[in-house]
Each structure stands twice: as C-alpha cells, then as structure tokens.
C-alpha cells in the first residue's frame, strides 16, 4: 500500500511541473488561437541558461529564477514580434509550421552551441529527503511542486486582479470586440506570449536540478504537454492544471507497473482517447476542436 | 479555380524535367552525388505521397512517418522471416498502411487545423514507440539488417544508381496520381474543403469519405516509399524510418516547394537536398547541426516571405512581369 503512496505522491510533484509548462502552452492557445509547437524549446534554453549560471557563475537555480524568467519574457517578446504576429492572418499551415521550423531551428541551434552532450545541475541539497510517517519525501521535489504551483497560482491571480489580466481574458473570449472596447489587441498578443515563454520557463528552472538537459529534452517533455493540454481542454488553465497533476500520477503509476518506455505508450493512446471522444477536454469551450462532419 | 493547362506546360514541362533528372546522376556520377540524388528522388516521393492528403485536401499529417516505417518494416519482416519478396511484401506494406489510416482517419477527421495536427503527432508516437518495443518482431532500437543478396525480385541491387531510377519512377507515378486527382471531381472537392468546409459542404459536398480515402491513399504510397528506403539502405531501425523529423520533412519539402501543387513536393526536396550537399561540401560534418540550422531558417524565411510556397510564388512573380511587359 505505501508504495501506492509513494507513486502517487512523486507524481503528483512531477505533475506539478507538467502543470507549469502546460499552462503557458494553452494561454497562448486560448488567446492567439495559435499552438506554439517551438514552446519544448524555450524550457530546453531555460534549462541551458540555468546551467551555466550554476556550472559558471555558480548561482544556485532558484535564485537564477529572478534572471531567467524576465529573460524568457523578453525572448518571448521577440518571437512574437518575428514570428508569431507577421503570421496571425495567414493560412493555417503557416502557422503551424512556422512555429515546428522554429522549434528544428532552436534544437539545431543548440545542438551547434552546445552538442548533444547532457549537462546536469548537481545541488548539494538534490538528495535531501524527510520522513513522513512511512513516506520519503526529497526536499528538492517538494520545492519544485511548491514553486511551480505558486507560479501557476500567481498567473491566475494576474489574470484575475490586474488590467492586463481581465485585457487577456477578454480577447480570449472575443478578439474582435476586445478591440472595440478599446483594449490593444496586439500588445495583448505579445504579452501572453511572453508570458507562455516566461511560464515554461519557470518550469525549465525548475526541472533543471532534477533532469539533465540536452537539445532534444524540451522536444520530449513538450509531447506530454500536449496530452495535457488537449485533456484539460484547450485554453483552460485549471484544466491544464488538473490534467498536469493527472498525467503526473499516471506516469508514475504506469512507469512503476509497466516499465519506462511502456509509460509513453500509454499516455498517447490515452491522448488519442480523449481526441476521438471528447476532444474539447475536461474543461475546455466547446467549438474551438472539431468541426461539423459531411 | 485552375487555369485551363496549354499542352506547353501541362505535359511538354514536366516530360522535360523529368527528362532533367533521369540525367542527373549520369552527368554527375561521383557515389556521393548520385547518394544525393536518390534520396531527393525518394523524398520527393514520399512528400509527393503526403501533399496528396496535406496539401490538397489540407490534412496537415505529421504521422506520416509511421505509415513510411510500417512499409519499410512489412517487407523487411516478410522477407527476413518468410522469404517473401519486397516487391509484393510493399503492396503488403501499403496495404497494411492504408488500412491502418482509415481507422485513424475514422476517429481523428472532424478534428479541426491544430487538433488534427496533434493527433497524428499522437499517432506517429504510438507507431514509433511500438516499433522500439516488439522487439521479438522489429529488433528493437537495434533495428533489422537485410542480407545483401542482390537481384532483381528481391530488390536488391549490388549498383546503387539503380535504385535512383526505382526512386525517379515512383516520383513520376506519384506525380502523374496526383495530377489525375487534382483533375478529378474528388479534387476539387478536396481544395473546396481545404479552402472553406462550410461552403463546401453548404454546397452538398460529402468530404469525410473522400478524405479518408485520399488519406489512405496517401499513406500506401508513402509506405511503398518505406520499403524502397530499406532496401536501399538494408537497414531498417525505429529511428530513422519512424522519427518525428521525418514526417516534418515530407511535410516541410511539399510546403517550401507549393503546397498543394503536383510539382512543389518535387521541388522542395530537390532544395532540401541542394541545401545539404552545399552545407555539407563547404562545413563538412565538423559541427553537428549545422544543415539543419540552415534549412529551419530557409522555411521560415519561405514561410514569412513566400507562404504559399517558391514554385507558385514564382509563378506569380513572372506573371507580374510578363504583364509588366506587355
């Protein structure tokens, strides 16, 4: 039985990063109608950016948060204003695949910069645990869960209380009369971008003590984003919240049960579940996923 | 609506320019080059396969690397373990494939542009993942060897330029189904669908059963393109015949090239290959990366300046001149 506990416990806190990543992925969504497939690449640069603060100048990657974040916003913006703007009113396929070209460019970028090699950020502090009753609980992912469910709730509350916020969830609702109660449109976009980028990259600080990071591990992490998203429901932050912690818990079940490459297997079919029978998720609108059938 | 084709460029062109690339290796027939020239013809085939659903119906697949992969494992499978020849283990192949995408088109159609988009990423992962883990049927990570036992009824050929030839052959029927599709009612129910499916189907056009069918066309062709490419290489592993990249890449040729268009598949896979032999002549393979890093920036500066693609980008170009002119 405590073993149960365990797993559901350590996927729980590895839920909880899915969860960040997840929310900055269907607030893009919700509000460009745009899915960014590049959004993988921006934790792999986080996670870089971590570890050569740490490897370099030896700043620990909590505390590297406060330069890292700011710094993914920033790159966000750019990217907005490149790539993701120019492309808004074009035909679908162009923007589907301006962000999947963005994403070969980045990993190639820094498989250029930085080879293949993985690189691991080694906390004195990453095999810390206590004792709760039979369970053992790391420091380090206790943290981490706290950390990224903080950000999480902090992008709720800035959606909820701020001008900005109320700004973004009225073009989400309706672009075209946010524009005429006089919201600006455009600098909505290219903030909820950057947010998206600035929130995977929270999450790429926080994974970074734990995963070492190659050019290819945003590219991984990114699919199970995906299932997370489309099963919270597009656009719905509590449902990529629910689902993150959701999908957390299943992995850990099934990587336990069944092995570690079966756990993949088993979150896509559950995907593919969802898509056929209700592909607007546990909490998403209705009539952004499917279309009327002849 | 499409112009009516003159006889000049709707069969004296592409006569000639395959005329063009049947000579290609001849003219330059260094190995390195006619290696060059067989994948480009094979991926322009693959991507041609693709753009039959992608782009005319506007099914952006990025699975299609699994129905490539099954084509490759089918007659790899059947040959090793049965001693059933690849020339009748690809139909297996195809037909494995397309039924296959029937039962994925059945469930993932009515999803709209992204969710579709995602499904078949969904779906090329399932493939690609099984294929690593049945180990007892596929080899696992470490893949299938083909023995090398050349003749012609096993496919195998000790001349590598042959298989250019095998490759030119499927670009040129692949080619001439899609024109005779495009030329067809069925496609112009499909662009009807791709542009607005509303109207279209205001208009009374059933799409759902012409679309899967396309899809499944789509996919026994691109399977026959798996089993050419084992093969080739005698080899057969999850990696390179089921990858992510590979599916973007049929996609990403047909896309640069015209989307949609007979030709634009052929084109961008001979720029895909351009852009590598050049990368690869002046960099060498010192810095890992690097062919790729340049590619990604040619489709996005294709995609931002040329979205509808270099082969009718320059077409109405020239148009715009001609009537300059004139």
């Given at each position: 039985?405590?073993i149960?506990i365990?797993?559901?416990?350590?996927g729980?806190?590895?839920?909880?990063v899915?969860a960040?990543?997840s929310?900055?992925?269907?607030?893009v969504?919700?509000?460009l109608r745009?899915?960014?497939?590049a959004?993988?690449?921006?934790?792999?640069i986080?996670?870089?950016?971590?570890y050569?603060?740490?490897?370099?100048?030896?700043?620990?990657?909590?505390?590297?948060?406060?330069?890292?974040?700011?710094l993914?916003?920033?790159?966000?913006?750019a990217?907005?204003?490149?790539?993701?703007?120019?492309?808004?009113e074009?035909?679908?396929?162009?923007?589907?695949?301006v962000t999947?070209?963005?994403?070969?460019f980045?990993?190639?970028?820094?498989?250029?910069l930085?080879?293949?090699?993985?690189?691991s950020?080694?906390?004195?502090?990453?095999?810390?645990a206590?004792?709760?009753?039979?369970?053992?609980?790391?420091?380090?992912?206790?943290?981490?869960?706290?950390v990224?469910?903080?950000?999480?709730?902090?992008?709720?509350?800035?959606?909820?209380?701020t001008y900005?916020?109320?700004?973004?969830r009225?073009t989400?609702?309706?672009?075209?009369?946010?524009?005429?109660?006089?919201?600006?449109?455009?600098?909505?976009?290219?903030?909820t971008?950057?947010?998206?980028?600035?929130?995977?990259?929270?999450a790429?600080?926080?994974?970074s003590?734990?995963f070492s990071?190659?050019?290819?591990?945003?590219a991984?992490?990114?699919?199970?984003s995906?299932?997370?998203?489309?099963?919270?429901g597009m656009?719905?932050?509590a449902?990529?919240?629910t689902?993150?912690?959701?999908?957390?818990?299943?992995e850990?079940?099934t990587?336990?049960?069944?092995?570690?490459?079966?756990?993949?297997?088993?979150?896509?079919?559950?995907?593919m579940?969802v898509?056929?029978?209700?592909?607007?998720g546990?909490f998403g609108?209705?009539?952004?996923?499917?279309?009327?059938?002849t | 609506?499409?112009p009516?084709r003159?006889?000049?460029?709707g069969?004296?062109?592409?006569?000639?320019g395959?005329?063009v690339l049947?000579?290609?290796?001849?003219?330059f027939s260094?190995?390195?080059?006619?290696a060059?020239?067989?994948?480009?013809f094979?991926?322009?085939?693959?991507?041609?396969?693709?753009?039959?659903?992608?782009?005319?119906a506007?099914?952006?697949?990025?699975?299609?690397?699994?129905f490539y992969?099954?084509?490759?494992?089918?007659?790899?499978?059947?040959?090793?373990?049965?001693g059933?020849?690849p020339l009748i283990?690809?139909?297996l192949?195809a037909?494995?494939s397309?039924?296959?995408?029937v039962?994925?088109?059945?469930i993932?159609?009515?999803l709209?542009?992204?969710?579709?988009?995602?499904?078949?990423l969904?779906f090329?992962?399932?493939v690609?993942i099984?294929?690593?883990n049945?180990?007892?049927?596929t080899?696992g990570?470490s893949?299938?060897?083909?023995?090398?036992?050349?003749?012609?009824?096993?496919?195998?050929f000790?001349?590598?330029l042959?298989?250019?030839?095998?490759?030119l052959?499927?670009v040129?029927?692949?080619?001439a189904?899609?024109r005779?599709i495009?030329?067809s009612?069925i496609?112009?129910?499909?662009?009807?669908?791709?542009?607005?499916h509303?109207?279209a189907?205001?208009?009374?056009?059933r799409?759902?059963?012409?679309?899967?069918?396309?899809?499944?066309l789509?996919?026994g062709?691109i399977?026959?393109?798996?089993?050419?490419?084992?093969?080739?290489?005698?080899?057969?592993?999850?990696?390179?015949?089921?990858?992510?990249n590979?599916?973007?890449?049929?996609?990403?040729?047909?896309?640069?090239?015209g989307?949609g268009?007979?030709?634009?598949?052929?084109?961008?896979?001979?720029?895909?290959?351009?852009?590598?032999?050049?990368m690869?002549?002046?960099?060498?393979?010192?810095?890992?990366?690097?062919?790729?890093?340049a590619?990604?920036?040619?489709?996005?500066?294709?995609?931002?300046?040329?979205?509808?693609?270099?082969?009718p980008?320059?077409?109405?170009?020239?148009?715009?001149?001609?009537?300059?002119?004139?």
């Amino acid at each position: 039985m405590d073993i149960y506990i365990q797993l559901a416990l350590s996927g729980l806190f590895i839920g909880g990063v899915y969860a960040l990543i997840s929310v900055g992925l269907t607030l893009v969504f919700g509000v460009l109608r745009v899915v960014n497939f590049a959004h993988g690449e921006y934790l792999t640069i986080a996670m870089y950016l971590t570890y050569f603060m740490f490897q370099r100048v030896g700043i620990d990657p909590f505390v590297a948060s406060i330069a890292v974040v700011p710094l993914m916003f920033v790159l966000g913006l750019a990217t907005e204003r490149l790539l993701i703007r120019p492309t808004l009113e074009a035909p679908h396929v162009v923007q589907v695949f301006v962000t999947f070209a963005l994403s070969l460019f980045l990993q190639n970028l820094l498989l250029a910069l930085f080879t293949s090699d993985f690189r691991s950020v080694r906390t004195p502090y990453a095999t810390a645990a206590f004792q709760i009753g039979p369970l053992y609980v790391s420091w380090l992912r206790a943290a981490v869960f706290v950390v990224a469910l903080a950000f999480a709730g902090g992008l709720a509350a800035f959606l909820k209380y701020t001008y900005m916020g109320s700004a973004i969830r009225a073009t989400a609702q309706d672009r075209r009369s946010a524009r005429l109660v006089g919201i600006n449109v455009d600098r909505v976009y290219a903030v909820t971008f950057a947010l998206g980028c600035a929130l995977v990259g929270a999450a790429g600080i926080l994974l970074s003590p734990l995963f070492s990071v190659n050019p290819y591990t945003g590219a991984d992490m990114i699919l199970v984003s995906f299932v997370i998203v489309v099963l919270g429901g597009m656009g719905s932050i509590a449902g990529a919240v629910t689902a993150g912690l959701l999908i957390g818990v299943v992995e850990s079940f099934t990587g336990y049960l069944a092995g570690g490459e079966l756990k993949q297997l088993v979150y896509f079919v559950l995907f593919m579940i969802v898509l056929a029978v209700r592909p607007n998720g546990l909490f998403g609108r209705k009539g952004a996923e499917v279309m009327d059938v002849t | 609506m499409k112009p009516v084709r003159s006889p000049l460029t709707g069969l004296l062109l592409p006569v000639a320019g395959f005329a063009v690339l049947a000579a290609l290796p001849l003219i330059f027939s260094d190995a390195f080059f006619v290696a060059a020239v067989t994948l480009a013809f094979l991926g322009a085939a693959a991507s041609l396969a693709w753009n039959l659903s992608g782009g005319y119906a506007g099914q952006l697949s990025l699975g299609h690397a699994a129905f490539y992969g099954l084509g490759a494992y089918v007659s790899t499978i059947l040959f090793l373990k049965a001693g059933i020849s690849p020339l009748i283990g690809m139909w297996l192949g195809a037909i494995v494939s397309a039924a296959l995408a029937v039962f994925l088109g059945a469930i993932t159609m009515r999803l709209k542009g992204s969710f579709f988009v995602m499904s078949t990423l969904a779906f090329g992962a399932v493939v690609h993942i099984s294929a690593i883990n049945l180990r007892d049927l596929t080899g696992g990570p470490s893949g299938l060897a083909i023995p090398l036992r050349p003749s012609p009824e096993n496919l195998i050929f000790a001349k590598k330029l042959i298989y250019t030839y095998v490759a030119l052959v499927l670009v040129i029927v692949f080619y001439a189904i899609t024109r005779m599709i495009a030329a067809s009612k069925i496609g112009y129910a499909l662009v009807a669908f791709r542009e607005n499916h509303d109207a279209a189907r205001a208009l009374g056009i059933r799409t759902l059963p012409l679309r899967i069918g396309v899809f499944a066309l789509s996919a026994g062709l691109i399977s026959i393109c798996g089993t050419v490419h084992a093969q080739y290489y005698l080899y057969v592993d999850p990696d390179s015949v089921m990858g992510l990249n590979l599916s973007l890449n049929f996609a990403l040729m047909a896309i640069v090239g015209g989307l949609g268009t007979a030709y634009g598949p052929i084109v961008g896979a001979l720029l895909v290959s351009v852009v590598s032999v050049v990368m690869q002549a002046y960099l060498g393979d010192q810095i890992s990366g690097l062919t790729q890093l340049a590619y990604a920036a040619i489709v996005i500066l294709v995609l931002l300046v040329a979205p509808t693609g270099l082969g009718p980008s320059a077409h109405a170009f020239l148009k715009r001149r001609m009537t300059w002119l004139s």
